[in-house]
């Protein structure tokens, strides 16, 4: 079954800590793997993808297909990071032809000043 | 332009009104998506439409029609929904569907927020 799983709903830090918000999947074929943020009162948008292993605002992911894991951090959080985060999972139909993504439950980070 | 507009905002219905959503986008994209989001939930895939043509259905009930006119609009008609419709509904779109380069790679709107009485 295509699953991603991100255990935690709220991560509470404090500016300046560092911060891992963990994302596990379960998928039979080569994984795509996107984390996506919904700052408040703004739209979800993609924040990085494993594919191109960039660093965007300073949090970086790195798949582990042994661990099955895309875990996102960042060493020294920012007030301006606290929204909320998605992982998401592209998986594919039985041809291959289309693709959909999948979203874990999403984790709230909360930086506190 | 590099933004998904979806309008309205904001619908309130019974549930015995039709009504639609439309989404329009002008990136030439041409793999266009909806989603349902209740607070605090993730989105849930709908319908995926790859080069206007309807290519995923999550089994969603018949009273959620979607239409895709071109390739830059996208349509969601509603017909007899129920109260616990009632969500955000957002559209996406990228640039392929698929896999690799380009694919997955969504935009958002805004949603528009539906509420069923």
């Known amino acids: 079954a295509q699953r991603v799983t991100q255990p935690e709903k709220l991560l509470s830090v404090f500016k300046g800590a560092p911060v891992e918000l963990k994302c596990n999947y379960s998928?039979?074929?080569?994984?795509?793997l996107f984390w996506y943020v919904q700052y408040s009162r703004q739209r979800l948008q993609l924040l990085l993808r494993?594919?191109s292993r960039e660093s965007i605002k300073g949090f970086t992911a790195d798949l582990n297909k042994g661990e099955t894991s895309f875990h996102l951090k960042k060493p020294f959080a920012q007030e301006e990071d606290s929204a909320m985060y998605y992982c998401?999972?592209?998986?594919?139909?039985?041809?291959?032809?289309?693709?959909?993504?999948?979203f874990g439950q999403g984790t709230t980070l909360q930086v506190k000043p | 332009d590099t933004e998904v507009t979806q309008t309205p905002k904001h619908l309130v219905m019974g549930m015995t009104n039709k009504k639609s959503l439309k989404c329009e986008q002008h990136?030439?994209?041409?793999?266009m998506y909806w989603y349902k989001q209740k607070a605090k939930k993730p989105p849930e895939l709908m319908f995926v439409y790859s080069y206007e043509k309807l290519s995923i259905n999550e089994s969603v009930p018949s009273r959620f029609s979607p239409e895709c006119p071109n390739s830059s609009l996208l349509n969601l008609h509603l017909h007899a929904l129920q109260p616990e419709d009632s969500a955000l509904y957002l559209c996406a779109s990228s640039r392929r569907p698929g896999q690799g380069e380009g694919a997955n790679v969504l935009t958002f709107g805004a949603g528009s927020r539906l509420t069923v009485l």
């Open positions: 494993h594919i």
């Open positions: 998401a999972l592209s998986a594919f139909d039985g041809s291959g032809n289309t693709g959909k993504l999948i």
């Open positions: 990136m030439g994209h041409r793999a």
């Open positions: 998928y039979s074929g080569s994984p795509e």
